[in-house]
Nanobody, 115 residues
Framework: QVRLVESGGGLVQAGGSLRLACAAS????????MYWHRQAPGKQRELVAN???????DYSDDVKGRFTISRDNVYWRVYLQMNSLKPEDTAVYYC?????????WGQGTQVTVSS
């Protein structure tokens, strides 16, 4: 059974930093691309960043240069380091992966950036 559990969200002032973590279980973690998405109130869920099993990364234009995705293939975790946060980064952040044709999501963690 695939399980993803996010942590690390919170309230931060604009310009501050947060580090999100996602703990994975139920998959051979090192083989899977992992994704961070976010969903702001009234908006569609959007892809923020992803990292392949071998560590190749990609970012949305909105976060490039401010966010860094990384992974720990020993402890089966994926991280999102978020720096220079802006009020428009406020959203629920979700960890995601795809396994046997199915999408799996965590419960999400709230990030709120005050101006």
């Amino acid at each position: 059974q695939v399980r993803l559990v996010e942590s690390g969200g919170g309230l931060v002032q604009a310009g501050g930093s947060l580090r999100l973590a996602c703990a994975a279980s139920g998959i051979n973690f090192r083989l899977y691309t992992m994704y961070w998405h976010r969903q702001a109130p009234g908006k569609q869920r959007e892809l923020v960043a992803n990292i392949s099993g071998s560590g190749n990364t990609d970012y949305s234009d909105d976060v490039k240069g401010r966010f860094t995705i990384s992974r720990d293939n020993v402890y089966w975790r994926v991280y999102l380091q978020m720096n220079s946060l802006k009020p428009e980064d406020t959203a629920v952040y979700y960890c995601n992966t795809k396994h046997r044709g199915n999408n799996y999501w965590g419960q999400g963690t709230q990030v709120t950036v005050s101006s």
